[in-house]
Structure formats: structure tokens, C-alpha cells
């Protein structure tokens, strides 16, 4: 496997249910990424992952769970979501700054999502 | 990150070149102008950046302007598979120092490539 691998491809759940989506990247970047993204609306950032620390959270209900258990993977808990909460869920990763030897770029490379449907 | 903006839509004739173009004219000196596109319902795919000089690799060409206010996307061959929305993004990169993850989105060109 090579890039940003997310599993499932598709989800539907229901409100009572909890599910996770999981993000793996095989590209040795120490900062991983979830969006957001519902029909027609620009892409939301939720949360961020630097050196396995939370970041950034961008005002996400609690519902929404990240982890991110080592550099290379990061999850998604989901629980008690409602119908708008269906979109696609995007996780990316990168490097930070300071960059490893060698590099000169902190581009984000996206996983390929993953289609939430909350009925 | 200084705003950009693209027109909402293009069409291009298959085997032609697109030239997909974006205005940022309050771009500071340490933003890089970033490309990404992204097909229906995928994950956007990383394209193409460069800060002021022109840039060219598998994909595509960027071409920035001197006073680097405006930037042009041109993809040489456009198939059919390039069919997606191009987003261009104006971001500090991280030679500039410290840590920047914000990669804001906005409504992107979509560009239909036609047989």
C-alpha cells in the first residue's frame, strides 16, 4: 500500500450507533489530518494530529472522536451521530515544520474518504 | 492565507491544453500558491505548487506571473480523466518557519474536458 489508505470506503450507521473510520499513511509524515467535507460546502477541517498530539479542533461536536495512536494511524470514533453529520469524512497527512533532513515541502496528501450516510 | 479566486467553471476539448487560472493579488512573500483537484466524491489529489518561479512536473505546468498576484494551472493533454474541480490555494509554507496545516478550500473551477 502505498499514500493515504482509508477504510470503509462507505459507511451507513445509525443515530444509536458507534462506528470508527480508520486513516493509515504510508508516506513517514508526522502530521495527520480529518475534514469534512457535506455536499456542495468547501472542505472543513476537524482535527489535527502533530507528533500523535492533538493540534487543532475545530469546534467539533463531542460526538466526533478522534486517535491517534502512532504516526502512522489515525481514527475516527464516531457516536450518537445525526443525518446532517452524513458527508465525506477525508483524512490527510503531511510533514511540519520543523522537516525532517532533506525535505522542502509540507504538502497534504489526502486518503481517497470515506462516505458516511447517517439515517 | 491570502483569498484566490477562479472562475466556477471551463471546457476543454480532449488532447487540448486547459489553462486553468487564479487570481491572488494580495499574496504575501511567503505564500506558496498550492494546485489540488479533486474527482466526484474522491479524495483531492495534490497537483503542483511553487512560490515564484514556474514549476512543471508529471501532471501538469504552473506559471506564475512576476509580480506573482495571478498563476495559470496548464494541463498539456487534457483527457477525460482530468474532468474533476481544480482548487488553487495560496498557503505560508513551512520554510517560512513554524508550523502552518491550515489548507483552506474555496469553491475551485470545474473543468469538463469534452470528446
Redesign the interface.
Known amino acids: 500500500e502505498t499514500g493515504?489508505t482509508?477504510t470503509p470506503r462507505h459507511l451507513v450507521m445509525g443515530m444509536t450507533n458507534k462506528k470508527s473510520l480508520k486513516c493509515e499513511q504510508h508516506l513517514g509524515h508526522n502530521?495527520m489530518?480529518w475534514y469534512k467535507q457535506s455536499a456542495k460546502k468547501?472542505?472543513e477541517?476537524m482535527f489535527?494530529y502533530?507528533l500523535e498530539e492533538r493540534?487543532?479542533n475545530n469546534s467539533v461536536p463531542s460526538r466526533f472522536s478522534p486517535e491517534c495512536p502512532n504516526s502512522s494511524h489515525l481514527f475516527l470514533h464516531l457516536h450518537t451521530l445525526q443525518p446532517e453529520d452524513s458527508a465525506?469524512y477525508?483524512?490527510?497527512s503531511?510533514?511540519?515544520?520543523?522537516?525532517p533532513s532533506g525535505m522542502?515541502?509540507?504538502?497534504?496528501?489526502?486518503?481517497?474518504?470515506t462516505?458516511l450516510t447517517v439515517l | 492565507d491570502a483569498k484566490t479566486t477562479q472562475p466556477t467553471s471551463m471546457d476543454c476539448a480532449e488532447g487540448r491544453a486547459a489553462n486553468l487560472p487564479c487570481n491572488h493579488s494580495t499574496i504575501s512573500g511567503n505564500e506558496y500558491v498550492y494546485w489540488y483537484r479533486q474527482i466526484h466524491s474522491q479524495g483531492p489529489q495534490y497537483i503542483i505548487h511553487g512560490l515564484k518561479n514556474n514549476e512543471t512536473n508529471e501532471m501538469a505546468s504552473l506559471i506564475i506571473t512576476e509580480d506573482r498576484k495571478s498563476s495559470t494551472l496548464i494541463l498539456p493533454h487534457a483527457t477525460l480523466r482530468d474532468t474533476a474541480v481544480y482548487y488553487c490555494i495560496v498557503r505560508v509554507g513551512a520554510l517560512s518557519g513554524g508550523s502552518n496545516y491550515k489548507l483552506t478550500f474555496g469553491k475551485g473551477t470545474l473543468l469538463t474536458v469534452n470528446p
Do not use: N
Not at chain 1, 94 to 99: A, C, D, V
Not at chain 1, 104 to 113: E, I, L, V
Open positions: 493515504v482509508q502530521a489530518y468547501p472542505l477541517l489535527v502533530s493540534v487543532e465525506l477525508l483524512c490527510a503531511s510533514h511540519l515544520y520543523p522537516l522542502s515541502t509540507d504538502t497534504q496528501y489526502f486518503g481517497p474518504g462516505r
